[in-house]
C-alpha cells in the first residue's frame, strides 16, 4: 500500500450530507470500512449527533457532525467527497462546506468526474484539491506485456454494476496477506485508489489508453515482488452503459477471475426490463473474452462473491449454499464470511 494524503495516520474527515443510509454513498462507505486513515468525522448535517455504525452497519466509530469546521476542531486536515451526486454535481450546500474546508487549510479529496482543481472559486479560497478521477500523464497503449508476470492476477468480474467488485478484491488480498501470500490490489476506480493510495480511475481514461493504463499500474504493482495481484473490476459485460471491462482484461491479463454477483437478483439494477443472464453462462463468457477467444491463455474462474447485505443471516447462508450446488464453484460472501475460501481455491489452481 503506497503513502498517499489518505494513508495511515491521515486525519480524514468524509462529507456525506444526507447520504449515511443511500448507496449514493459508495465512496465513504468503502473509506469508513477499509481506509487505514484516522476517520475523526463524517459530515452530515442530517444525521449529527448520530450513531455511525448503527447508522451504517459499518464496525467504525467516528462522530457524526454538522459542518467541516466541526470536523477541522476535530483534528481533520482532509475531507474527503464521500458521495457520488446524481448528475455528478455538488448542491450548493455541498459546495459551501467543500470551499469552508479549503478556507481552513484542508486537502479536498475529490472524486467526481468534474475536476475543482481549476475552478474559479476553489482557486479563490486557496486550498489544495486531489482530483483523483483524472487521466494520468504519459500513457501509451497496451501491448501485452502482463502476460511475461510470474505473478498471478486476479480480476473481479460482475453481473451488474455496485456488486462487490471492489470490495471482493480488497478482501482476497487482505485474505491472502494474512496466509502470508505476498499480495497487492490494484484499484481501478476513485473509491479502491481512496483507499490504497494507487491506482488509476479508468473511466477517466481515453478508451484508446484505458487499457495501457491499466497495463501500467498491473506492472506497477508487480514490482512489490507479490505473489499474486488482485485486480479491481469495473462494470459488467452485460451492462449497456459498462464500457471499462474490456480495457481491464486487456491490461492485467488475468489467470483467475472471481465473479461478483448480489443474492436474489433477476436484472440489472438500473435497468429492470434486462436480465441478469445465467451465472455459468457468464463465466464463460468473460473467460472467452479475457482469453481473446483463445489468443491468449484462458484464465479460471476460482468462485463466486455473492453480496447477501439485503439478507439475514440464516437467508444468506442459504443463498449462498444453493448457489454453490448451482454453479459448483466455491462461494462466499466477502464481507460477512472473509475471502480465504476463495485464497484457498486459488491456491489449489497453481
Known sequence: MNASPLGEGAKVAILMQGYLRNHFGKLG???????PADIVA??????????????????????????????????????????????GRLPQDWWDEV??????????????????????????????????RVEPPDLDTASGRALGLSCARVLTVGTDMAVGKMTASLEMAFAARRMDIAAEFVATGQTGICIWGSGVAVDAVRLDFAPGAVERETLRASESGAEVLFVEGQGA???????????????????????????????LWRFPDLPVPPLQ?????????????????????????????????????????????????????????????????????R
Request: aromatic fraction near 4%; proline fraction near 6%; include cysteine.
Open 42 to 87: 463524517v459530515v452530515d448535517g442530517e444525521n449529527a449527533g448520530g450513531d455511525l455504525r448503527a447508522l451504517t452497519g459499518i464496525p467504525r466509530c467516528a462522530p457524526i457532525v454538522r459542518s467541516c469546521s466541526e470536523a477541522r476542531d476535530l483534528g481533520a486536515e482532509t475531507l474527503v467527497l464521500g458521495v457520488a451526486p446524481p448528475g
Open 99 to 132: 470551499l469552508a474546508a479549503l478556507r481552513l487549510g484542508m486537502l479536498v479529496v475529490n472524486p467526481l468526474h468534474s475536476p475543482l482543481a481549476a475552478n474559479e472559486e476553489v482557486r479563490r479560497a486557496g486550498g489544495r484539491v486531489w482530483d483523483v
Open 237 to 267: 459485460i452485460n451492462h449497456p452503459a459498462a464500457s471499462a471491462v474490456l480495457a481491464i482484461m486487456r491490461g492485467c491479463m488475468a489467470t483467475h477471475l472471481v465473479l461478483c454477483t448480489r443474492a436474489e437478483q433477476r436484472s
Open 281 to 349: 453462462s457468464l463465466i464463460e463468457t468473460y473467460e472467452t473474452m479475457a482469453a481473446g477467444g483463445g489468443a491468449f491463455p484462458r484464465p479460471k474462474t476460482i468462485g463466486i462473491a455473492l453480496d447477501t447485505h439485503e439478507l439475514d443471516e440464516p437467508e444468506a447462508l442459504q443463498a449462498i449454499e444453493r448457489l454453490e450446488r448451482e454453479v459448483g464453484l466455491p462461494v462466499v460472501d466477502p464481507v460477512r464470511q472473509g475471502a480465504a475460501r476463495l485464497i484457498q481455491a486459488f491456491l489449489q489452481t
Open 29 to 35: 462507505f468503502g473509506m469508513l470500512r477499509y481506509s
